[in-house]
């Protein structure tokens, strides 16, 4: 919601003092150079002064960024704020005070009188006015302009009370406090009333509650829980109160579900309403019951479904189903429009009918009494506009409670919008854009989409030919520049290539990784499906009726993956079948399936990976078992191993040691870390060696069994759980910009090469014990302004550090692999051969 664009009006800013007229709050609107160029308070401001600049919103926002500026004034002033406090308000009467996640009130803001500071807010704050209050620790003479960015707070939550989050003191684990850290209300007898915090802040749990989201806070950070019994009942009570009165149809709860450390989502749920505020609670609540699940720990959101009730508040009383309960958000959806609307204009028209009905003999004299003056005509005419014009109504809050029903159906708006926000090359001003959604789009565990600065150089392909000025394209670059299958580079050298070809950040060259399942699909010389039929798929048609469906995995635009149990498969299959040992246990198997609504693209698409996946076959990767093509929908049926992904495994483990051992803590030695790598590199020699390129190797894409055997597999990408180490292009093309070679991210170019380069990422990961994302400590922006650096190569390049788990050759090993030259970069053949000496056999 920017100042500069004129949807805060002049009247909606006001100041608590200022110098003259014309250095009013009205002028305090960023980039902009009215009056004498922007908000100055009167007087030198003092480090006990609170003097303010305050905009009214109109409405509940939902804030993410706040831009700030000094004063300019075509030269004639140079003053601006070094620090400023952020203060908020619901209904303009109470004020609370913003801080971050770590406490501090106050942020930095400028260093000179012009150029525009952006300052992300963490934790985002939602009210409807704002206050900025500069800061200064000597006296001086301050000028700001500003600028705020955010979106509507559909929601209408205002404030929510519960029991104070405690602590949890494991056996050999970290302490975890699971308190509600950015709470803004009050906090009275260990209960918390009259505020928002985490439990709306957007960040969504991971499925382990020990590993946080943000950086430099304390385990358990993200989520807010409590103990069974702890509270004197067999529920956490919770109030949640809105705006105004609202037409309830779900609930989303986030809830952590690590049940083999005694945490599970809620069991049941028990929701009361109030029409109004000073109003009693209805006697009849809501109720539900919850499906438990003691076979996947990962986190989830629980729909809870309010039947449509009307309330302004809701009271819901969330049981336990074992020792712990711990949720990261809550969400309503709701209408602001009830039933009660179209009762009273169907009133309306029903009282109008009876007045047409009877104004008749009300209002036609008899020729005895009374002469035609030729009114009635007028009146009947009257009558029939207004009745027109009801119906219109009608139809119109018809209309409306049909829209909102559909959109109920999806997550809330801060879910499904995707903001994408952009840095103008020009004037610094932050430009929020919201594209139009395609079909079917993945939900998104996250509440929001991140909000990120975008350069434009890596925006516009001509924004990073200006950044690279000794670059200029040639009639040579496709050459070079294509290729998403070559296994190498052989028509050039990398330095023919570099100077025949502009490197730029390849959003028009990228091909989205995602298949129609949203899992990865492989990059494989010239395959069509032109002439596919039965006889190209070497695998047998499953009975589809013997398909299980468990959990859906993840999705696509036209297809999903769900995890399924398959009965009878190891018969159907017979002998020599690559299943494991099950112990008379169901047998697991990831399901890929188109939906009905697909495209016939979609349909070649599919049916192309069932004859890529039909080709392969080796021990470490993830083999195409049977498919159910005869009818719709078109599935294949993949492995899917015990210990599901990799990442997943080791993060939830440490190094092998006296104590892990003592305190019966998940281990995993060097000897494991380094079979797993081994068996990794052997995969991808396999594929490399069809001329398979995989494109996106990770961690989050191996599999492994509960004998360690890993298998490379291809729908990590589907997965909301990792959907924060994909980036998204302007709401298109997702890429793994962390595990992709610099070639990869500025020339589109896919090959063997940039998967050794993901390999060497992936060995990182494992050695990391995937305690953290690859470079942690830079932005996807950065990242991508990284891969700059690796093609300029005048050594300002970052590389990753080493772990401390990593014998130093292995680590020379993950350097071979980023090499910046591709022709220098190792093969998987040279890979295997270097890490499989290392493995004890």
Known sequence: MPETDGRIKDHDITASSQWYETTGPQYARLNREEGDGAWCPAGLLQPSDTQYLQVDLGQLTFLTVVGTQGRYARNSGKEFARMYRLNYSHDGQLWRSWKNRLGNKTMEANDNAYVSVIKDLHPPIISRYIRLIPVTKMPTTVCMRLELYGCPWHDGLTSYSSPEGQLMMPPGYPIASLNDSTYDGAHERRKLSGGLGQLTDGVTGQDDFLVTRQYHVWPGYDYVGWRNGSLGSGY????FVFDKQRNFTSMKVHSNNMFYRGVKIFSSVSCSFKPRLIANWETEPVEFRTVLDDRNPSARYV???LGRRNAKALRCRF??????????????QSGRRGSREISTAKAWFTSFLQLLNTSPSVTTPSTKDQPDDGNTPILIGCLVTIILLLVVIIFLILWCQYVCKVLEKAPRRILEEEVTVRLSSSSDTIILQTPPVPPRVSQMDHPYERVFLLDPQYQDPAGLRNKLPELSRSAETSACGGGYAEPDVTQCTPHQCFQSSVPHYAETDIVSLQGVTGSNMYAVPALTVDSLTRKDISVAEFPRHRLLFREKLGEGQFGEVHLCEAEGLPE?????????DRDG????????????DATNNARNDFLKEIKIMSRLNDPNIIQLLCVCVSSDPLCMVTEYMDNGDLNMFLSQREMESTLTHANNIPAVSLSDLLHMSVQISSGMRYLASLNFVHRDLATRNCLLDRRLTIKIADFGMSRNLYSSDYYRIQGRAVLPIRWMAWESILLGKFTTASDVWAFGVTLWEIFTLCKEQPYSLLSDEQVIENTGEFF???GRQIFLYAPLLCPPSLFELMMRCWDRDIADRPTFEGLYQALRPHVVQ
């Open 585 to 596: 246990r169901p047998v697991l198997v990831a399901v890929k399936q188109l939906r009905a």
């Open 792 to 794: 300029r190569n005048q």
């Open 236 to 239: 956490v009570e919770m109030e």
């Open 303 to 305: 729909t809870v479904p």
């Open 319 to 332: 049981h336990f189903a074992d020792v712990w309960m711990m949720f990261s958000e809550i969400s309503f």
């Open 572 to 580: 159907f299959l017979g002998e020599g079948a690559p299943l494991p």
